[in-house]
């Protein structure tokens, strides 16, 4: 393969250097582009732009392929746990035993929210929505902590190992404390015996006797956090790189980040998942009206599609079989659940989906599995963004650790020529 790519403009040539990833994929280099040419580049919506050299997740949409730092995400739902894939993000190598039993003391060292931002939680209206009141608490939690969230680098990088412990430790405290308030509920106390998961299902549910958990239960969801750890430069990541080449600390870029997973097309599919499927199942449809409807343009298969995936989703994949053993264990009985299997079975037989090479996301079961475990539907984007921290906190020291400049895409402006201003009497 060559290392330059030819580029002609009317009778100019342009020499575009070749980029080659290690699992060799390839990218023409246009940096140089409009300084030389005078011309930008145009991709609405990204879908052809590399915005950066990244070494955490690797994606192989067309063959259905995830890996965290070269471990392949199977694998790693098989043998890891949330809290290890989280080291695993932030530093690129597994820990060691110590290593780890470090980690996991620093993060249960934060379980506690500070008082102020427990009183953010609970000033907020009754109405605010749970990723609202989540993207505040994270902006509430770096001012109890003004050393480890300056603006300033080097000093807001070498204190990412704490930041990051910290907010990882807090993000499961704010969606119980925000859960906990909305029913005029006090938390529980933290349980020093639990592990994360556990902690977090008694912080949600339990009550103050610490009755044990169900081992199968907090499985089933330290899975789901760890298969939603990190995606590359999705609309969230994106979004939290993008504050963070500003300079800006790493809580307010995954403040940032959570309102960028809130929406319906991102993190927020697994709630309108959920909502899809009801609504199928009150209109005493089996599935096959909406996929026409889906088919003709009128409704949208939430939990189908996805930008990178040409292929089965590997999460969801792994996801689909963990939703029969979790409803099993919860003795749970789902009448939703036939209704995605049939959506799914006719799905991937049907012409549309077939030529548009739409398959099931991550979003498709997981919604299934946290309604049967008791968490209200509104809760499930916070439980997206839980899983996601991580990868957000990875991107965030990857960037700045190496971004060299400020993120500032161009545009191509289509609007007013120039025109002289007219007062308010002429108009
Ligand atoms: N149901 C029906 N048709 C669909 C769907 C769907 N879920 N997704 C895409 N299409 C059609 C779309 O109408 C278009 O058809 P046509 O070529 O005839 O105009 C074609 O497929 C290409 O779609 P697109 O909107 O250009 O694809 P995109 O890459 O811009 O969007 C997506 C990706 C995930 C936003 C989209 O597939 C979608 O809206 N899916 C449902 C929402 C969802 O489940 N989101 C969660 C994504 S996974 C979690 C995450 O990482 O955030």
């Not at 955490?56 to 471990?71: A, E, H, P, Q, S």
């Not at 956090?225 to 500003?246: K, P, V, W, Y």
Request: proline residues 4%; hydrophobic residues 35%.
């Amino acid at each position: 393969m060559s290392k330059q790519a030819t580029l002609n403009i009317g009778d100019k040539e342009y020499t575009l250097k070749i980029l080659t990833g290690s699992e060799d994929e390839h990218a023409l280099d246009i940096s140089i582009l409009r300084k030389e040419s005078n011309f930008i580049t145009y991709d609405d919506g990204y879908g052809n732009t590399g915005s950066c050299e990244s070494d955490i997740t690797f994606i192989d949409g067309d063959k259905g392929v995830l890996r965290y730092r070269g471990f392949d995400i199977a694998e790693l739902a098989e043998k890891s746990n949330f809290l290890e894939t989280c080291f695993l993000l932030f530093n690129g190598e597994l820990p060691n035993s110590s290593e780890l039993d470090n980690f996991k003391t620093k993060v249960f060292s934060h379980s506690t929210l500070p008082s102020p931002v427990e009183k953010v939680i609970h000033s907020m209206s009754g109405n605010s929505h749970p990723m609202g009141v989540l993207s505040s608490a994270l902006q509430a939690l770096g001012g109890c902590f003004p050393h480890l969230c300056t603006n300033t680098r080097p000093a807001d990088i070498d204190s990412f190992q704490e930041a990051a412990s910290l907010i990882v430790a807090s993000i499961p405290s704010i969606a119980a404390s925000t859960y906990r308030s909305s029913k005029g509920e006090n938390m529980p106390e933290i349980g020093n015996v639990f592990s994360y998961c556990e902690n977090f299902l008694h912080l949600m549910f339990g009550s103050a006797s610490a009755e044990p958990i169900d081992s199968s239960i907090s499985k089933a969801l330290d899975l789901i956090f760890l298969l939603h750890a990190d995606h590359e430069q999705n609309c969230s990541t994106s979004t939290c790189r993008m504050i963070a080449s500003g300079g800006a600390n790493a809580f307010a870029s995954l403040s940032g980040a959570v309102s960028a997973l809130w929406g319906p097309l991102h993190g927020g599919a697994n709630m309108a998942v959920i909502r899809m499927l009801n609504e199928i199942h009150s209109a005493g449809d089996d599935g096959s009206q909406f996929i026409q409807s889906a088919k003709e343009g009128k409704s949208r298969l939430m939990g189908f599609g996805h930008r990178v995936y040409r292929n089965y989703d590997p999460r969801a994949k792994i996801l689909k079989s963990a939703c029969d053993q979790a409803l099993e264990a919860l003795g749970v009985e789902s009448p939703i659940l036939d209704i995605a299997r049939n959506l799914e079975t006719s799905a991937l037989q049907d012409e549309y989906f077939i030529a548009r090479k739409l398959y099931p996301n991550v979003d498709f079961y997981s919604g299934i599995i946290l309604q049967a475990m008791g968490f209200p539907t509104n809760m499930f984007t916070v439980l997206f963004a839980l899983g996601r921290a991580p990868g957000w906190l990875a991107h965030w020291k990857e960037i700045a650790t190496n971004g060299k400049r400020i993120h500032r895409p161009r545009q191509i402006y289509q609007g007013s020529t120039h025109r002289p201003y007219v007062g308010l009497g002429d108009r």
